[in-house]
C-alpha cells in the first residue's frame, strides 16, 4: 500500500529536548515536505526537499532541521524545542516536484510544556 | 505570493441539505491549481477535488463539486446531501512554484463544518 508513515504520532516533551521526528514514504517519490498545522493559520510549510541530500527552506523554517540522506526518508529534526513549536506537523511526499498528486502522512501532534 | 482566504470560520448544517464553504484567491499566475482538503478528527489529510486554472468545467468528485470564479478569484466547495460523516476541517489550497521548479501548497485558515442530525 502506497503510504507515507511518520512517528512518533503523539509526543509530549520539555522544552530544550532534542527531538525527531520521522517520515517515511514508499512510493518512491523525489519530493518531499514538511508542514505544521495551527489553529487559525492552516498549513504552513516548514521545509522541503527535491531529492537526496537536497533541501530548502520553507515559510516557517526557524528552530527545524531536516536531512535527506536517503530517497524514502525525511526526518524533522528539533534541535532545542520550545513552547510556540507545539503544533500538528505533516510530512508529504509527491512523484516529482508537482504537487498535484501529493501525498500527506498521518500527521504527529507535539507538545512542548 | 499566492494567499488564500476562508472567511467562515465554522459552519452549522443540517444533515441532507447542502452546504457551501467559501474561498477566495489572490495570485498574479496564470497558471495555478486549487485543492480543497478534509481534515476528520482523526487529523489526516484527505484530498477532495481539484480545480485547474484552464480547466473550463467546474470540478465534481461524487457529492463534491468545485464552483470556480476565475474572474472572481473564488473556488467554492459545494457538498451536496450532506452526511453527518461530512463534520470536518476544510482546507482551500493552492499551488505555489518555488525555485528551481519546486511546488509547495499554501493553505487557508480553514472552515469548521458540523452537520447537525
Known amino acids: 500500500e502506497a503510504q507515507v508513515t511518520q512517528n512518533p504520532r503523539y509526543l509530549i516533551t520539555v522544552t530544550g529536548k532534542k527531538l525527531t521526528v520521522t517520515c517515511s514514504q514508499n512510493?518512491?517519490?523525489?519530493?518531499m515536505s514538511w508542514y505544521r498545522q495551527d489553529p487559525g493559520l492552516g498549513l504552513r510549510q516548514i521545509y522541503y526537499s527535491m531529492n537526496v541530500e537536497v533541501t530548502d527552506k520553507g515559510d516557517v523554517p526557524e528552530g527545524y532541521k531536516v536531512s535527506r540522506k536517503e530517497k524514502r526518508n525525511f526526518p524533522l529534526i528539533l534541535e532545542s524545542p520550545s513552547p510556540n513549536q507545539t503544533s500538528l506537523y505533516f510530512c508529504?511526499?509527491?512523484?516529482?516536484?508537482?504537487?498535484?498528486?501529493?501525498?500527506f502522512g498521518p500527521g504527529t501532534r507535539l507538545t512542548v510544556t | 505570493a499566492q494567499k488564500i482566504t476562508q472567511t467562515q470560520p465554522g459552519m452549522f448544517v443540517q444533515e441532507k441539505e447542502a452546504v457551501t464553504l467559501d474561498c477566495t484567491y489572490d495570485t498574479s499566475d496564470q497558471s495555478y491549481g486549487l485543492f480543497w482538503y478534509k481534515q476528520p478528527s482523526s487529523g489526516e489529510m484527505i484530498f477532495l477535488i481539484y480545480?485547474?486554472?484552464?480547466?473550463?468545467q467546474n470540478a465534481t468528485e461524487g457529492r463534491y463539486s468545485l464552483n470556480f470564479q476565475k474572474a472572481r478569484k473564488s473556488a467554492n466547495l459545494v457538498i451536496s446531501a450532506s452526511q453527518l460523516g461530512d463534520s470536518a476541517m476544510y482546507f482551500c489550497?493552492?499551488?505555489?512554484?518555488?525555485?528551481?521548479?519546486?511546488?509547495?501548497?499554501?493553505f487557508g485558515q480553514g472552515t469548521r463544518l458540523t452537520i447537525n442530525p
Open positions: 489550497a493552492m499551488r505555489e512554484d518555488l525555485i528551481q521548479g519546486a511546488q509547495k501548497l499554501v
Open positions: 512510493m518512491n517519490h523525489e519530493y
Open positions: 480545480q485547474g486554472s484552464y480547466d473550463e
Open positions: 508529504a511526499s509527491s512523484l516529482g516536484a508537482s504537487v498535484d498528486e501529493q501525498y
